[in-house]
C-alpha cells in the first residue's frame, strides 16, 4: 500500500540539513531521515549533512539514529532543516557487532547478544573483567569460585557443550587473545583474562552459543566475550579521567562452625590427656602434641567442654582487612584526523592470607584517517604483574593454607611459636598436613606476567556499499613462575616440613603467542536506493578468511637440593631437570554470510563458516558449520502506541571446538628416570579417528519494549526472552578399555551431550522526574545439560575422595553428583533388589534421623552402590539491579544475586567429620532409648572420605552483591575546569542468605571452568566481604 | 598510493593461509617409527619403569611400586594402615581380635575385608578398588614389552652382526624377563587373568595356575637368549647400564651380568612355584623343583633388581612408597612384626624403636595399634629414610630370599640342620648377631617356626609377605585353621595383650571390575566377583 502511495507523487522539493548530536554538538553520521509515513528518506553523510528529495505534499519528517531519541519535525515549506538529536540510552536502540561480524542496529538482529555498558561494568568495583559480569549476562552462570588475587571467575555461557573447559573465546575489538590459565600452585591459577583491565572497557557483548558463534567456527562453541575498548570520538573535547579505589576485604566465613564440646580423655581438673595420661601438650621445641586420649566403642559422647584454652583458626588465619588499592588514568580526545585514547591503571591487591598482586597496565587506541574512507587503527595494551599469593591455597590439606588452617583441633594454637619464634610445621607428628605459617616461612611463590597486545585495523570504504576491514593482532605474554620451598634440614623438626625438605625450585616458563588475522568484506546494498526497485530491502553480503596461529612454549626446570644460604637459584641446586614442552596450532577459514533486511520490520540471513585446522593435518577437509536466522519486527505492522518494540527472532547455528593439539597423532611420551630418558605408550591412547566436537544450536526469541504509560511512573519496560536448545555431538573424552590390552583407556568423541534453558531480561523505569530517577533491571538464568550418550553406554568414572561429581552417566546431568546414600529404612534393597539388612538382624538396627543405625555400634549405614545424590545446576539463578538518582547528585545502586536449587559437595564439612572437629558433633541423638551426642554416629558419616549423600547440602544463596553510593561534588565546585567529582562508597558481599554449611555457597567447584568438578567445596577459598571507597575526577 | 598500502594489506591476509602450514607434527614426542632406531629401542625398553612407576588410566593413578608393596604389606601384617586412601584400610580389616578375657574386638566400621574389598570392586571406586593396584601395572607392562617384541626384528642396530645379534638377544631377554615378571605377580594374586602377546588386543581369561606357566616359559625364553651371551660381552654391559635406572646402580643394583640375570630369574622361579600354594601342600617334586632352581638362583654378592627413591626423576616419588612413610600415619610397622624377632637380635634395635604410641587410630580398630617406629637410614636402620635414596628395596627376588628358600626345601625335607644353616647365612648376612641355629638340636617343627620368623623379619619390604601369610594359612578363618594365636595387640594407655586375631582376608584377588566392565568373565565364575549379594555387617 505504501509503495503504491508512490507513483501518486508528482512534484519534488529538495531539503538539505545537518544532523548533531545534543551531547557534544558533533554531526551524526549515518542518522536516518525518512518522510514519515513512507519508507522514502536517506542518512546522513560523515560530515552529518543530508539531502533529500521530497513530494510536495510531504508534510514531517522523522530523523533517528541508534542511541538517540527519534524525533519528528514539520517541513511547513522549508529547505533547510538543521537538526539537534538528544541522547537515549535506555531504549534498545543500539549497535551490536559480536556475532554478526557487522555492525548493527540491534533492532534488525535475530540473535542473542548481551551487551554491557561501561556504566554498568564499573558499578560494582571490580578488579577484572569476569568479575563484572557476574549476574550481569541473561542465560550465562558466573561464579566468582575463589576470592584469591588474580583468579578469574567460573564462566558457563548456557549450558555445557565440551567437558574440557567451558571458557568462551575473548575478543578484544575483534581480535582474539589468549584465554589461558596458567597454574599458580596446584589449585590456583594465574588468569590471563583477569590481567585485562576495566578502566579502558567501554562495552563488552557476550554471545553465548552456537547459534550466535557460528561466525568464530571450530573454536567458538563455547560463546564469546567481546570487549571493546574506549576510543576517542572525531572532534572531541580532550577528556581526562582519574579514579582512585581503596578497598578494605574480608573473608567471607558463612555458616561454618566448629564443636565447642569434647569427647577425649581428662584429668581430674578437666585437661586434656593422652593414651598414657599425660595432659596433651605441645612439645616446646617440635610444636608436636602428644595426642589427647579418644577412647573407644560406641558410647564416647562429644560433651565435655573445653578447659584447655581454644582458638579460632579462622580469626588466625584471615588477615583482617586487606588492603586493594586500585588507580586509573584515562586520556580520550582527538585531533582532526586523530583520535585517541590512553589509558594507565595500577591494582596493588592483598590477599586475605599471604601475598599479594600488583599488576600495571597501559592501554593506547589510536586511530586516524590517512586519506579519505581509509582509516587506520593501532591498539595496545600491555600489563605487567605480579602474583606472589599462589601455591598455598589449593584443593587438599597438605599444601593448602586453608586445609591445614580448619583442619586442626580447636586446643592447637596456629600461631604457636617456638622459644627462637619458628613455627611448627603442625600439631600432629604422625600427620603430613603443613601449618600454613609454617608454610609461609619456608616457601616462596611468584608469578610474573609481562604482555603485550596489540591489534592494528585497517578499514577501507569503496563507494557507500563496499566496506573491506583487515584487522591483525598478536597477543604475547611471557608467565615466569618460581616456586620456591626452602631448605628446612636446619628446622628444629628434623624430617618434616614441606617436601622435599632439602629444598627445591621449579622455574616454569611460558610463551603464548596468539595471533588472529581477519579479512572482511562487507557489501550492503539498498534496493531502493541502489537498484531503483521500489521495495525497503537492504541487502549485506559479509564474506570473511580468517587465520589463526597459536604458538606456545613452556620450560620448565627443577632445581633439588638448595642450600640454606642464598644465592637461591638453580646454578646452587643439587640436582637439575629441564623439560618442555611445544604446542603449534594453526587453523583458517572463510565465512560467507547473506543477510536481507526488510525495512525495519523484519530480515533474515544464511551463511557459513568453513574451517581448516593443523589438527586435522593438510590433507584434511574443511568443517563447515552452517547457520541462518530470521526476526520480524510485530510492532512494524501493530499500530499501537504502547508497543514500542515486539520482535520475534529466531537462529539456529553450529559451531566446533577442535581436539587438543596433536591428540590424533599417535606417538610415544617421554619420562625421565635418574639420568637418562625413556619413551612410553601413553596409557591413554590417542586418536588418529578424533573429530571435531560439533554443537548445534537453536534459539528463539522475544524482544519486547512498553510504554506503559505518559506518567514519570513506571514508564518503559523492556527486555527480551528467550528459549535455546543445543546438542553437542562427539564431545571429546577419555573412555576406559580392557587395562590387559595394555591400554588403560581411549581418547574419542564419546559424548553427545543435550542442552536448554531460558533466558529472561527485564529493564523497568521506575521513576523517572527531574529530582528523582530509579531504574530497575532483573535478568534471569535457567539451563541444564543433559549426558545423552556415551560411545560404550557404560558410565565414565571420574574419580573418588576429592570429586564429588565421581561419574559421567547416559540419561544424567551433566554435574550430577553421585556416590553412597546412607540407608534410610530397615529394609531397603540394593539394585538386584536384595536387602542391606537381613530380616534376622533387624533388631540390631533403627532409624535415627531419617538414617539406618547399627544401635550396637551407634554407626550409620550406607548402600553399597552409587547413586545419584545431588547436581551441582542450579535450577535458576537471577539478577537484581536498581539504580537511583537523586538530584543528579546522588546516587545509588545495588546488585542482589540469587542462585537457587544449586546442590554443593561440602567436602571441608566431611573432612573435619574426619577428625571430629565440626560443630554437628555436639549435636545429640537418641539411639535405642539413649540420647547423646555420640562420636561414633557423627564419624561414621565420615565413611572414609567416600562421596556419600549426607554431605550433600543446598548451596542457593541471595547475596548482596553490590551496594554503592556516589555523590557528584563537582556542583558544589564552581569551576569550569572539573567536570565531574565523584566520590562512591560501596560494599561487596554485604550479605548472605544461604543455608549452606560452608564458608561461601559460591566458592564451589575444585577446578576453574572445569563443568565436572563443579559444585565442590574441598577447602575452597571463599570470597570477600569488600567495603570500597572511591574518587572519580572527570576534567 | 592507496591501492598499494590495500593490496599489501590483502596479501599479509591470504599469504598466512597456506595449506602446506596445516602439516602436522608433535614436536615434543616421537612417532611410533622412532622404535626402529637403536637410540628409541634403548629409550622404549629403558620405558618398562614407566609402568612401574605411575600408570594413569582415565580416572586414576596406580603406582606399583608404592601401592603394591604398601599393600602387600599390610595384607601381611608386617606393617599396619588405618588410613582410608586408595581404600588401604580395608586391605588389613581384620576380622576379629580375641583378647585374652575372651571377649572379641570387631571391626568399629564395616565387615570382613574380603567383603570391603569386593564392595569396591567396581570402576566408580576409582583408585580406591584395592583389587585393581597391581592389575593396572603388570598389564602396562606387559602391553609394553610386547610392542617392544613386536618392532625387535625392525629395529635398524648398528655395527656387525654378531654384534647386532648381542643387541637383539639382550633387548628381547629384557622384554622376556618383565613380561614373566609381570606374569608372575598377576599369576600369584590374581584367580584369573588374561594372557595377551599383542599390544591393542583382547584375550579371554585364563586360570591363576596358567599365568604362573606363562610367566615360566617367558622367564625360560629370557633365559635362553642370556646362555648365549657371554659374561663379560662388552655390547650387553653397555646396553644393562643404560637400562638399570643410574641411582639404582649402588648397594644390591647394578649392572647385572648375563649369569647374574638368570641366577635371579631362577629365584624367581622358585619362588613362583613356592608361593602359590599352602607351604602344607608343596608335594616333593615342587619341592626339589624349588630346590633346583634356588641352587642356581641368587648368590651373595649378586647384583639384583632394586628400587631407590630420588630428588627428582624417580621411579617412585620421594615422598611416596614404604620407605618414605613407614613412620608417618599412612603406614606402621605392625606389633605383631616386632614380635617376630629372636631376643637379643641387632636388626631389632637397628630398625626398630618405639616412638609415637598409636592406639586405635582414628578409631577404626585396635589392629592398627602400634608402638613400633622404624629408624631411620641416616642413624643405621634399612628401611625408612626422608633422605632420597637412602632406602633399598628389592624389586624382585634376593639373596636371602634365595637362601631361605633352600631352607625350607631342605627341613621341610627333613634335613634341619642343613636348612638351618640357610637360615644362619641370611642371619649372618643381615649382621643379626644370633647364635647359629644349624647344629642345636632344633625338631623340624621348631625349625619350621624359625623359618616363618625368618622369613617375617630377614624378608621384611622383600616382597615376599603377603605371600607368605596366605600359604601358611594365616589369612585363612579361625574355623578353617587360619589366623594367628600369640599376636601382640596395643590397647587403650599402650597396653599389650597377647591375642588372637582372625584375618580372614583374601587370599586370591577378583579380577577387577576395570577389566570384567569390558571384558567379561566367563559365566561360571562370575558370581564371586558380585559384590551386590554380599549384606552389610
Known amino acids: 500500500m505504501l509503495l503504491s502511495a508512490s507513483a501518486l507523487w508528482a512534484q519534488t522539493v529538495q531539503i538539505t540539513g545537518t544532523v548533531t548530536s545534543a551531547e557534544d554538538g558533533m554531526p551524526v553520521i549515518g542518522a536516518s531521515v525518512v518522510i514519515k509515513g513512507t519508507t522514502v528518506g536517506t542518512a546522513t553523510d560523515i560530515e552529518g549533512k543530508y539531502t533529500l528529495t521530497v513530494p510536495q505534499n510531504a508534510s514531517t519528517l522523522v530523523f533517528s539514529f541508534i542511541g538517540l531519541k527519534d524525533k519528528e519535525v514539520e517541513i511547513a515549506g522549508r529547505t533547510v532543516i538543521n537538526e539537534v538529536l538528544e541522547s537515549d540510552a535506555l531504549t534498545l536502540d543500539e549497535i551490536v557487532v559480536t556475532g554478526l561480524g557487522v555492525a548493527t542496529d540491534r533492532r534488525k538482529v535475530a540473535i542473542s547478544v548481551e551487551s554491557v555498558s561501561e556504566e554498568q561494568l564499573t558499578r560494582v568495583p571490580s578488579n577484572s573483567v569476569d568479575g563484572a559480569l557476574v549476574g550481569r549476562i541473561a542465560g550465562a552462570q558466573i561464579q566468582s569460585t575463589s576470592g584469591q588475587p588474580g583468579q578469574q571467575a567460573n564462566i558457563i555461557l548456557r549450558g555445557i557443550n565440551t567437558l574440557n573447559t567451558t571458557q568462551p573465546m575473548i575478543l578484544i575489538d575483534g581480535i582474539e587473545i589468549n584465554t589461558s590459565n596458567n597454574d599458580i600452585g596446584v589449585g590456583n591459577v594465574s588468569s590471563r583474562l583477569a590481567d585485562l583491565d576495566l578502566s579502558n572497557i567501554e562495552r563488552v557483548e557476550v554471545v553465548q552459543g552456537a547459534a550466535a558463534a557460528t561466525i568464530y567456527g571450530a573454536q567458538g562453541a563455547n560463546g564469546v566475550i567481546q570487549i571493546f575498548t574506549k576510543r576517542g570520538r572525531k572532534g572531541q573535547k580532550t577528556d581526562i579521567r582519574f579514579n582512585s579505589n581503596f578497598s578494605f576485604n574480608n573473608a567471607l566465613r558463612g555458616n561454618l562452625k566448629f564443636a565447642n564440646y569434647h569427647h577425649y580423655a581428662t584429668d581430674a581438673e578437666g585437661y586434656i590427656v593422652d593414651d598414657l595420661g599425660v595432659r596433651s601438650a605441645p612439645d616446646p621445641n617440635t610444636g608436636f602434641w602428644n595426642l589427647p586420649a579418644h577412647g573407644s566403642g560406641a558410647n564416647i559422647v562429644n560433651n565435655k567442654p573445653f578447659v584447655n584454652k581454644t582458638y579460632n583458626h579462622m580469626d588466625q588465619y584471615f588477615v583482617e582487612n586487606a588492603a586493594t588499592i586500585r588507580n586509573s588514568l584515562n586520556i580520550t580526545g582527538a585531533t582532526e584526523n586523530i583520535d585517541y585514547s590512553l589509558g594507565f591503571s595500577q591494582l596493588s591487591q592483598e590477599s586475605v592470607v599471604h601475598g599479594d598482586l600488583n599488576r600495571y597496565n597501559i592501554t593506547a587506541n589510536v586511530g586516524s584517517e590517512i586519506f579519505k574512507n581509509f582509516t587506520i587503527r593501532s591498539s595496545t595494551q600491555l600489563i605487567t604483574s605480579e602474583n606472589t599469593t599462589g601455591g598455598i591455597n589449593n584443593v587438599n590439606n597438605i599444601g593448602s593454607g586453608i586445609a591445614s588452617a580448619l583442619n586442626i583441633p580447636c586446643y592447637v594454637d596456629l600461631t604457636w611459636e617456638d ?351 527531574n529530582s528523582f530517577d530509579w531504574k530497575f533491571g532483573t535478568r534471569f538464568s535457567k539451563g541444564l545439560t543433559m549426558v545423552d550418550r556415551i560411545a560404550n553406554g557404560l558410565p565414565i568414572i571420574l574419580g573418588m575422595g576429592g570429586e564429588g561429581q565421581t561419574s559421567i552417566i547416559e540419561g544424567e546431568p551433566v554435574g550430577a553428583l553421585f556416590g553412597l546414600e546412607p540407608l534410610s529404612s530397615l529394609d531397603q534393597t540394593n539394585s538386584s533388589g536384595d536387602r542391606y539388612i537381613d530380616e534376622a538382624d533387624l533388631a540390631n538396627y533403627e532409624v535415627v534421623e531419617g538414617m539406618v543405625v547399627d544401635i550396637n555400634t551407634k554407626q550409620v549405614q550406607f548402600t553399597t552402590e552409587q547413586v545419584k545424590i545431588g547436581d551441582a545446576t542450579p535450577k535458576f539463578s537471577m539478577s537484581f539491579f536498581n539504580d537511583f538518582k537523586l538530584k543528579k547528585n546522588l546516587s545509588v545502586s545495588m546488585q542482589l544475586d540469587w542462585v537457587h536449587g544449586a546442590q554443593a559437595y561440602n567436602q571441608t564439612r566431611q573432612w573435619l567429620y574426619r577428625d571430629k572437629l565440626h560443630s554437628d558433633f555436639d549435636k545429640e541423638v537418641t539411639i535405642n532409648g539413649e540420647t547423646g551426642a555420640y562420636v561414633a554416629f557423627w564419624q561414621s558419616l565420615y565413611k572414609t572420605n567416600m562421596t556419600n549423600s549426607y554431605f550433600v547440602e543446598d548451596a542457593s544463596f541471595l547475596r548482596l552483591r553490590n551496594l554503592s553510593v556516589s555523590y557528584d561534588i563537582s556542583k558544589h565546585i564552581n569551576s569550569s575546569f572539573v567536570k565531574g567529582f565523584i566520590i562512591t562508597v560501596s560494599g561487596q558481599n554485604l550479605f548472605t542468605l544461604s543455608n549452606y554449611s560452608g564458608l561461601d555457597p559460591e566458592a564451589t567447584g575444585t577446578s576453574l571452568n572445569n563443568p565436572l568438578e563443579r559444585g565442590i567445596d574441598l577447602w575452597s577459598f571463599p570470597n570477600m566481604r569488600t567495603i570500597s571507597f572511591g574518587l572519580n575526577l572527570n576534567f | 598510493m592507496k591501492k598499494i598500502i590495500v593490496f599489501i594489506g590483502l596479501s599479509i591476509a591470504l599469504l598466512a593461509c597456506k595449506k602446506e602450514s596445516l602439516e602436522l607434527i608433535n614436536p615434543n614426542e616421537p612417532g611410533m617409527e622412532s622404535l626402529t632406531t637403536e637410540d ?191 659374561e663379560g660381552d662388552a655390547t650387553y654391559l653397555q646396553i644393562m647400564s643404560n637400562l638399570i635406572p643410574s641411582h639404582f646402580q649402588t648397594g644390591n643394583g647394578g649392572v647385572i651380568t648375563p649369569s647374574m640375570f638368570i641366577r635371579n630369574i631362577n629365584t624367581y622361579l622358585a619362588r613362583n612355584i613356592l608361593v602359590n600354594k599352602y607351604a602344607a601342600d608343596l608335594t616333593a617334586a615342587e619341592l626339589t623343583e624349588v630346590e633346583n632352581y634356588s641352587n642356581n638362583g641368587v648368590t651373595q654378592g649378586d647384583l639384583i633388581f632394586t628400587v631407590r627413591s630420588a630428588a627428582s626423576n624417580c621411579l617412585v616419588y620421594e615422598t611416596a612408597w614404604s620407605g618414605y612413610r613407614l613412620n608417618l600415619a599412612w603406614e606402621r610397622v605392625s606389633e605383631r612384626l616386632i614380635q617376630d624377632f629372636r631376643p637379643g637380635d641387632n636388626r631389632l634395635t637397628r630398625n626398630f624403636y618405639e616412638g609415637t604410641l598409636q592406639v586405635n587410630p582414628g578409631q577404626r580398630g585396635f589392629q592398627y595399634s602400634t608402638r613400633w617406629l622404624a629408624q631411620s637410614v641416616d642413624d643405621g636402620g634399612e628401611f625408612m629414610s626422608y633422605t632420597a635414596g637412602a632406602v633399598e628395596i628389592p624389586l624382585a627376588c634376593s639373596y636371602e630370599e634365595n637362601q631361605l628358600m633352600l631352607a625350607e626345601v631342605k627341613i621341610r625335607r627333613g634335613e634341619v640342620d642343613a636348612g638351618l644353616a640357610h637360615i644362619d647365612n641370611v642371619r649372618t648376612y643381615q649382621n643379626a648377631g644370633l647364635t647359629d641355629l644349624s647344629g642345636a638340636g632344633l625338631t623340624q617343627e621348631e625349625a619350621l617356626e624359625e623359618l616363618r620368623s625368618e622369613r617375617r623379619v630377614g624378608l621384611f619390604m622383600k616382597n615376599v609377605a603377603f605371600y607368605d601369610a596366605r600359604r601358611w594359612g594365616v589369612l585363612k578363618p579361625l574355623s578353617q585353621g587360619g589366623g594367628r594365636q600369640d599376636a601382640i595387640v596395643v590397647f587403650e594407655g599402650g597396653v599389650p595383650e597377647v591375642c588372637t586375631i582372625e584375618y580372614d582376608y583374601k587370599e586370591w584377588f577378583d579380577v577387577p571390575a576395570n577389566e570384567t566392565d569390558f571384558n567379561a568373565l566367563p559365566a561360571s565364575s562370575a558370581s564371586s566377583a558380585n559384590p551386590s549379594n554380599i549384606p552389610i555387617y
Not at chain 1, 526497485?533 to 578468511?545: C, E, G, M, V
Not at chain 1, 536448545?725 to 583407556?745: F, K, L, Q
Not at chain 2, 580389616?93 to 570382613?112: C, F, H, L
Request: charged content about 20%; proline content about 3%.
Open chain 1, 419 to 769: 622459644a627462637n619464634g619458628h613455627p611448627a610445621v603442625i600439631y600432629d607428628a604422625t600427620s603430613n598436613s603443613i601449618n600454613p605459617f609454617y608454610s609461609y616461612m619456608y616457601r616462596d611463590d611468584q608469578a610474573n606476567v609481562n604482555r603485550v597486545i596489540q591489534g592494528i585495523v585497517a578499514n577501507y570504504k569503496i563507494g557507500k556499499h563496499i566496506d573491506i576491514d583487515y584487522k591483525y593482532g598478536i597477543d604475547h605474554y611471557r608467565y615466569d613462575y618460581t616456586s620456591f620451598i626452602k631448605n628446612q634440614t636446619g628446622t628444629p623438626f628434623p624430617g618434616y616440613g614441606i617436601t622435599p625438605i632439602n629444598g627445591e625450585i621449579t622455574k616454569t616458563s611460558v610463551q603464548e603467542t596468539q595471533q588472529n588475522s581477519i579479512l572482511s568484506a562487507v557489501a550492503k546494498f539498498d534496493f531502493q536506493q541502489d537498484f531503483s526497485i521500489n521495495l525497503p530491502i537492504q541487502s549485506t553480503t559479509q564474506i570473511a578468511y580468517d587465520w589463526r596461529r597459536n604458538d606456545f612454549h613452556e620450560m620448565e626446570a627443577v632445581g633439588s637440593g638448595i642450600d640454606i644460604d642464598p644465592p637461591h637459584t638453580l646454578n646452587f641446586a643439587a640436582t637439575t631437570t629441564a623439560t618442555e614442552d611445544i604446542t603449534k596450532f594453526i587453523t583458517f577459514g572463510y565465512l560467507v554470510n547473506q543477510k536481507f533486511d526488510y525495512g525495519n520490520m523484519g530480515g533474515f540471513s544464511v551463511g557459513f563458516r568453513s574451517d581448516y585446522s593443523s589438527e586435522f593435518g593438510e590433507g584434511s577437509k574443511p568443517f563447515t558449520f552452517p547457520r541462518a536466522d530470521a526476526y520480524f519486527r510485530l510492532t512494524e505492522v501493530m499500530d499501537t502506541d504502547y508497543l514500542y518494540e515486539l520482535k520475534l527472532r529466531a537462529a539456529y547455528g553450529e559451531a566446533g571446538i577442535q581436539p587438543e593439539a596433536y591428540s590424533r597423532l599417535i606417538t610415544l611420551t617421554s619420562g625421565t628416570l635418574g639420568n637418562a630418558t625413556y619413551m612410553y605408550l601413553p596409557a591413554i591412547s590417542r586418536n588418529p579417528l578424533l573429530s571435531v566436537e560439533n554443537t548445534k544450536e537453536f534459539e528463539v526469541g522475544l524482544d519486547y519494549g512498553v510504554n506503559l504509560s505518559n506518567s514519570n511512573w513506571f514508564s518503559k519496560i523492556y527486555g527480551s526472552l528467550v528459549y535455546w536448545t543445543r546438542n553437542s555431538y562427539g564431545t571429546i573424552y577419555e573412555i576406559d578399555v580392557a587395562p590387559s590390552t595394555g591400554a588403560a583407556g581411549l581418547l574419542t568423541n564419546a559424548i553427545d551431550l543435550k542442552s536448554n534453558g531460558i533466558q529472561l531480561s527485564l529493564d523497568l523505569d521506575v521513576v523517572n522526574t
Open chain 2, 40 to 230: 628409541g629401542i634403548r629409550k622404549a625398553s629403558y620405558g618398562i619403569y614407566n609402568s612401574l612407576s605411575a600408570v594413569q588410566s582415565t580416572s586414576s593413578w596406580y603406582y606399583y611400586i608404592w601401592f603394591t608393596q604398601w599393600i602387600h604389606n599390610v595384607m601381611g601384617d608386617a606393617t599396619v594402615s588405618h588410613v582410608g586412601n586408595y581404600g588401604i584400610r580395608w586391605a588389613n580389616q581384620t576380622a576379629q581380635i580375641i583378647r585374652p578375657d575372651g571377649s572379641t574386638v570387631t571391626p568399629p566400621v564395616g565387615g570382613k575385608q574380603h567383603e570391603e574389598l569386593n564392595n569396591r570392586n567396581t570402576r566408580d571406586w576409582g583408585s580406591d578398588n584395592v583389587q585393581a593396584h597391581e592389575w593396572f601395572p603388570a598389564y602396562s607392562l606387559i602391553g609394553h614389552c610386547n610392542v617392544l617384541l613386536d618392532v625387535i626384528d625392525d629395529v635398524n642396530f648398528k655395527g656387525y652382526e654378531d654384534i647386532v645379534s648381542v643387541k637383539k638377544k639382550t633387548y628381547m631377554a629384557w622384554s622376556y624377563w618383565w613380561k614373566g615378571f609381570a606374569y608372575s605377580r598377576l599369576g600369584s594374586i590374581y584367580k584369573q587373568g588374561v594372557i595377551n602377546n599383542t599390544y591393542g588386543e583382547q584375550a579371554s581369561y585364563v586360570s591363576q595356575e596358567e599365568l604362573i606357566n606363562e610367566a615360566e616359559r617367558n622367564f625360560k625364553s629370557a633365559i635362553e637368549l642370556l646362555n648365549t651371551i657371554d
